[in-house]
Nanobody
Framework: QRQLVESGGGLVQPGGSLRLSCKEPGAILSTFSASTMGWYRQPPGNQRELVAMSTSGGGANYADSVKGRFTISRDNHKKTVYLQMNDLKPEDTAVYYC?????????WGQGTQVTVSS
């Protein structure tokens, strides 16, 4: 069973919006709630970079390039983390990966392509 399941990528025009979802289907509430959840992206020809992070305590951190446009949120009962992306720009084009860290355990989603183009 895949540890993390992502969905929501696609093709969108500049200025448009997308929402990515990442679920840990095998988790129970207490373990998912204790996890730090992150969204990373890897643009073509570049290294993977952190986009946003949601901590178990409810805090959120963002890369400077997405502040004010992207919002990370989580629904612990659904074992799901979301990335709402507004005002998308061509430079947001990348494969987006969900990441989970919990104590010494870490896992990644399969990646979902986001393409911003007119």
């Amino acid at each position: 069973q895949r540890q993390l399941v992502e969905s929501g990528g696609g093709l969108v025009q500049p200025g448009g919006s997308l929402r990515l979802s990442c679920k840990e289907p095998g988790a129970i509430l207490s373990t998912f709630s204790a996890s730090t959840m992150g969204w990373y992206r890897q643009p073509p020809g570049n290294q993977r970079e952190l986009v946003a992070m949601s901590t178990s305590g409810g805090g959120a951190n963002y890369a400077d390039s997405v502040k004010g446009r992207f919002t990370i949120s989580r629904d612990n009962h659904k074992k799901t983390v979301y990335l709402q992306m507004n005002d998308l720009k061509p430079e947001d084009t990348a494969v987006y990966y969900c990441n989970l860290k919990r104590l010494s355990y870490e896992t990644w989603g399969q990646g979902t392509q986001v393409t911003v183009s007119s």
